[in-house]
């Protein structure tokens, strides 16, 4: 563990151009891993709630529908 | 400032202590209260511990062997929230910036669906779309061989009718004359298309200028042709 | 740190006052106040703060007794929705559309929510086109200036019943029915208002008058109101097969309020289920460069000993 972060910071971290470079690309991958978690968390907790969890039940022509709710 | 004050407060005793020792050294003259002590050892040094990192919690370690890895740790830290830090800035931002597009209504009207099968053929019909008039033609296989064969150089704003009409069937035009905005009626005028009556502009079935003052054709707004015979404007 | 400070506060009264030793004791002696001061802000602040509780509890208890007004609070319901991060049950909104096209819509209107705002909450595109174009619009002029019906788009809102609020009082006993787009966030309780209002008609309680044309319910303020109790059971079926008991219409009528008054909650809740995850990981972040910069400052010892 100490290697790979003595390396990180060996050719990382200790030139600042890299440092900034680094920080912008890490905010593109944070980005869209902060949101899909995040997205994700919030539909595990609504589960079954939002429409896109009953959306399929109601296709060109609404029909009975069997999706049981409450 | 605090640190500076407080350290040459505790100096000064001792620095006075010393010139004195100094200058009177062979006078041998050292008042007994003067007494100067240099090894601190009646100084508790506190544990530092809690502010210490693992890696050099042993005051024997060698700090050398492992800075890398704790600059690096904290580099990483400093790293993570300028990331979350970027992307936090980034939400605000698109957040404040987004607020100025149009608004969802504004979207709503700025498309409209037209049902093609409704206009006959050799027909002009007339639609609004965003606050201007909108002619739809359905033009005949006749017409659609007179704009055909028309000679493109002979026009004012030489356009060829293949350019002007996605599908030769139908014309989509903004009902607005081009010389001073007034609305043409529909099959009217030399050529059979549009004609302005306020100052006598000719436009044919293709909506392109023949005859009178304005000086281009009807202009053309976007529009794709949907499935089932549907002609979405906008 | 309290070392660093009262040294330092010693040390410039030191400077200024004299080069002598000035003892440090001796000066927080003078800087801070007298004790027998102390006591006595002490007893007037407590003084003060039992006198004031008394006084709170006292008008607390004889507000309690008081008969002020014959509205019945709503309760607190256990929607679906409370939760900090609980997101509207859009199932119920649909079913809640349904009631308020089958039953509320003969009288209120919802001025403020167009067709389109149906897509992706409750309907999909086609099927809110179309509920769009199962009414009809005025619109115009055409070209001979005259007005016309034509089929509603996405882009139109939701019909008026009556032509204006004039017609609406007229055609109800001078009781104009309240525009529910946003009726939700107009009412005191919100939802649990709308859902107490219309499954709490009952008979007037012995004494009380309702007038001709009026009806009783506890949940409204007075207690009489213009509404006939518009949901029973199976006065409707929904496409969904839900049995339609008059309290499952209120439930579903009353989330699709609430959806109608706020449409942003799904969202806004989302956005705050990011923001504490995004404030926790800052501020844990904060929290240790914070430790890393000030542990210079922390793990320094200034000691000031005065000469004897």
């Known amino acids: 563990m100490a290697g790979v972060i003595g390396k990180l910071y060996q050719n990382v971290f200790r030139r600042t151009s890299s440092f900034v470079l680094a920080a912008i690309f890490g905010a593109f991958m944070f980005e869209r891993g902060f949101d899909m978690v995040s997205d994700g968390v919030f539909e595990n907790i609504n589960q079954g709630k939002l429409w896109k969890h009953i959306k399929h039940s109601y296709g060109q022509q609404e029909e009975g529908g069997d999706e049981e709710e409450e | ?234 | 740190m309290a070392t660093v400070g009262r040294v330092s506060r010693g040390a410039t009264t030191f400077l200024k006052v004299s080069p002598s030793a000035v003892s440090l004791q001796s000066v927080a002696n003078v800087s801070t106040l007298k004790n027998g001061l102390n006591g006595k802000k002490t007893f007037l602040g407590l003084l003060g703060v039992v006198g004031g509780g008394a006084a709170g509890l006292a008008f607390a208890l004889n507000e309690s007794v008081k008969a002020s007004d014959l509205t019945l609070h709503t309760s607190n319901f256990p929607w679906s929705h409370n939760g900090y991060f609980s997101s509207l049950d859009h199932a119920s909104i649909r079913r809640g559309y349904e009631v308020y096209k089958n039953v509320c819509a003969a009288c209120h209107s919802m001025k403020y929510i167009a067709f389109r705002n149906l897509i992706g909450v409750s309907h999909t595109e086609s099927e809110a086109k179309a509920e769009a174009e199962a009414i009809q619009v005025k619109d115009g002029p055409d070209e001979e200036g005259n007005m016309f019906e034509r089929p509603g788009k996405l882009s139109d809102y939701f019909p008026n019943p009556y032509t204006n609020d004039e017609a609406a009082r007229s055609a109800n006993n001078g009781a104009l029915p309240p525009d529910l787009s946003y009726i939700t966030s107009a009412r005191h309780g919100g939802e649990n208002y709308i859902f107490s209002l219309l499954t709490g008609y009952c008979d007037p309680p012995a004494g009380v008058q309702v007038r001709e044309g009026l009806y009783y319910n506890p949940y409204f303020p007075g207690g009489a109101i213009g509404m006939a109790q518009a949901l029973y059971n199976e006065v409707m079926e929904y496409s969904d097969g839900t049995p339609a008991t008059s309290s499952q219409m209120a439930k579903d009528v009353a989330t699709f309020l609430k959806w109608a008054s706020e449409p942003e909650h799904d969202q806004r809740k989302r956005m705050a289920l990011k923001a504490l995850m995004m404030f926790s990981l800052l501020f844990a972040i904060t929290y240790y460069i914070k430790r890393h910069k000030w542990s210079v400052l922390k793990s320094r010892k200034i000691a000031y000993k005065p000469v004897k």
């Open chain 2, 1 to 234: 400032m605090l640190s500076y004050i407080g350290r040459s407060c505790q100096l000064a005793p001792a620095l006075k202590g010393s010139t004195q020792a100094v200058a009177n050294g062979l006078k041998n003259v050292i008042p007994a209260s003067s007494q100067v002590r240099y090894a601190h050892t009646d100084v508790q040094v506190p544990d530092f511990g809690a502010y210490r990192r693992n890696d050099v919690q042993d005051p024997r370690a060698k700090s050398g062997d492992t800075a890398a890895s704790r600059l690096a740790f904290t580099y990483m830290m400093v790293g993570g929230g300028t990331v979350s830090g970027i992307y936090a800035a980034k939400s605000i931002v698109t957040e404040f910036v987004s607020s100025m597009s149009a608004s969802a209504d504004v979207l709503a009207l700025a498309k409209i669906e037209i049902k093609t099968d409704e206009i006959p053929e050799g027909k002009s019909v007339t639609f609004k779309w965003r606050g201007k008039p909108l002619f739809i033609r359905h033009r005949t296989e006749e017409e659609i061989a007179k704009e055909g064969a028309v000679d493109v150089g002979s026009l004012r704003d030489p356009q060829a009718d293949a350019e002007r009409c996605e599908n030769p069937k139908w014309l989509v035009v903004i009902g607005v004359c081009t010389h001073l905005g007034c609305v043409p009626i529909a099959d009217a005028g030399d050529y059979g298309g549009y004609y302005c009556p306020c100052h006598g502009s000719h436009y044919d079935t293709a909506g392109r200028i023949r005859k009178g003052p304005a000086p281009l054709n009807l202009e053309i707004p976007p529009y794709v042709f949907a499935e089932d015979g549907l002609l979405i404007v906008g």
